[in-house]
């Protein structure tokens, strides 16, 4: 069975920092892309970034662009986001995906992703 599982997730003053992580079991995605997203209360879920299977290229939202960043290790099968300079507008649930398709480039579209987490939760307070 195929399980993407978030850590990481907390409450955070803004301006503060958080490391999330999503390690995936059942299988590996070393070649496979890999995303962020999130969704606030009351909105629809939105890219945050992804990056390609070899870590060679990556995507960011215009809001989260010189704060996140987004890495992997897939020797270990764990997805990263490293978010800096938190505000509380980036207050929600944040969930990591995967692609099923091997290799490719970066994806920002939900419908791309085949596999999802349950997500964290990631409360900044102002």
């Known amino acids: 069975q195929v399980q993407l599982v978030e850590s990481g997730g907390g409450l955070v003053q803004a301006g503060g920092s958080l490391r999330l992580s999503c390690a995936a079991s059942?299988?590996?995605?070393?070649?496979?892309?890999m995303a962020w997203f999130r969704q606030a209360p009351g909105k629809e879920r939105e890219f945050v970034s992804s990056?390609?299977?070899?870590?060679?290229?990556?995507a960011y939202a215009d809001s989260v662009k010189g704060r996140f960043t987004i890495s992997r290790n897939n020797a270990k099968n764990t997805l990263y986001l490293e978010m800096n300079s938190l505000k509380a507008e980036d207050t929600a649930a944040y969930y990591c995906?995967?692609?099923?398709?091997?290799?490719?480039?970066?994806?920002?579209?939900?419908?791309?992703?085949?596999?999802w987490g349950q997500g964290t939760q990631v409360t900044v307070s102002s």
């Open positions: 990056i390609r299977w070899d870590d060679n290229m990556t």
């Open positions: 995906a995967a692609r099923n398709d091997e290799y490719g480039y970066v994806f920002k579209l939900a419908p791309n992703f085949d596999y």
């Open positions: 059942g299988r590996t995605f070393s070649r496979n892309a």
